[in-house]
């Protein structure tokens, strides 16, 4: 696609509820980025998909928290018995050469769990 | 712990006038060094990246490099009412992590 496309935009879930978020990215980037942004705050890593590769984890908060890629492509972060601390925007960048010509981001989606 | 620190701001500049934004990162072996400007509820936007020390223009941006004191800086010339916005710097310090700052808020006012 022209640019990366996360859906859906805004979800509201109840507390303990599980959540799946979904990003496409540009066709052709091979490396695929989750962020999360609290209001107010700086843009926290999730996890990093290249290509075929395992993908990096290390930024995931707890295990509720899972990602996967399908055919290099889509991304779903899911979100299981969601908190209200995970109340957030979650941001998906990807990238065509990796990190050397900065991220283009979707629009976000916007989670709110009450 | 890699950190990214800048002034959370906001930075008040008339318009017209030369805004200077500034960041500064704690590990000596980071690479590639990025600005992004986030407009209030939207995303951040890549507007400017720099590998070398020194500076890099591009229109009424220049971006800033200096290795030796971990620093690097945006200036924003002939600033405009439409450059208000948070301005992200962002740091890649390898293992295919890009580190970004809190940023700082920009306000040019008309």
């Known amino acids: 696609g022209a640019g990366v496309s996360q859906s859906p935009s805004n979800k509201v879930t109840e507390k303990g509820k599980d959540v799946e978020l979904r990003c496409d990215p540009i066709s052709g980037h091979t490396a695929l980025y989750w962020y999360r942004q609290s209001l107010g705050q700086g843009l926290e890593f999730l996890i990093y998909f290249q290509g075929n590769s395992a993908p990096d984890k290390s930024g995931l908060p707890s295990d509720r928290f899972s990602a996967e890629r399908t055919g290099g492509s889509v991304s779903t972060l899911t979100i299981q018995r969601t908190q209200q601390e995970d109340s957030a925007v979650y941001l998906c960048?990807?990238?065509?050469?990796?990190?050397?010509?900065?991220?283009?981001f979707g629009s976000g989606t916007r989670l709110t769990v009450v | 712990q890699k950190e990214v620190e800048q002034n959370s701001g906001p930075l008040s500049v008339p318009e017209g006038a030369i805004a200077s934004l500034n960041c500064t990162y704690s590990d000596r072996g980071s690479q590639s060094f990025f600005w992004y400007r986030q407009y209030s509820g939207k995303s951040p936007e890549l507007i400017m990246f720099i590998y070398s020390n020194g500076d890099k223009e591009d229109g009424r941006f220049t971006a800033q490099l200096n290795k030796a004191s971990q620093y690097v800086s945006l200036l924003i010339r002939d600033s405009q009412p439409s450059d208000s916005a948070t301005y992200l710097c962002?740091?890649?310090?390898?293992?295919?992590?890009?580190?970004f700052g809190a940023g700082t808020r920009l306000f040019v006012k008309a």
């Open positions: 960048a990807s990238s065509e050469y990796r990190y050397n010509y900065g991220y283009t």
């Open positions: 962002a740091v890649y310090t390898g293992g295919f992590k890009t580190i």
